[in-house]
Nanobody, 124 residues
Framework: QVQLVESGGGLVQAGGSLRLTCGRS????????MGWFRQGPGKEREFVAA????????IYADSAKGRFTISRNNANDSVNLDMNSLKPEDTALYYC?????????????????WGQGTQVTVSS
């Protein structure tokens, strides 16, 4: 079983930056992609960014483009999300996820493994 653990969340002022890290324990992950999702208060979980394990290709939600950067370290199956120019609407519980096979890389239901989440709060 692949286990994912997020870290790096916290409270930051609008315009600030945070780096989220997703670490892996359990068996190595050799699947297709890893991604970040978030769920704000009273909202559904939504896609933020993903990275293809083999090629390093990335994809971002419109809300993340130009502000967030996803990167990976295949040696230890870790994934980072660098978030800049944070806004109050970025406040959410951020989840790391891993996806074994091909398919909709932006879809919540496409992912096989999930972390417990790390809280990001952006104050105005």
């Amino acid at each position: 079983q692949v286990q994912l653990v997020e870290s790096g969340g916290g409270l930051v002022q609008a315009g600030g930056s945070l780096r989220l890290t997703c670490g892996r324990s359990g068996r190595p992950f050799t699947g297709y992609a890893m991604g970040w999702f978030r769920q704000g208060p009273g909202k559904e979980r939504e896609f933020v960014a993903a990275i293809v394990r083999s090629s390093g290709a990335t994809i971002y939600a419109d809300s993340a483009k130009g502000r967030f950067t996803i990167s990976r370290n295949n040696a230890n199956d870790s994934v980072n999300l660098d978030m800049n120019s944070l806004k109050p609407e970025d406040t959410a519980l951020y989840y790391c996820a891993a996806k074994e096979g091909l398919g909709l890389i932006t879809g919540v239901r496409s992912y096989d493994y999930w972390g417990q989440g790390t809280q990001v709060t952006v104050s105005s």
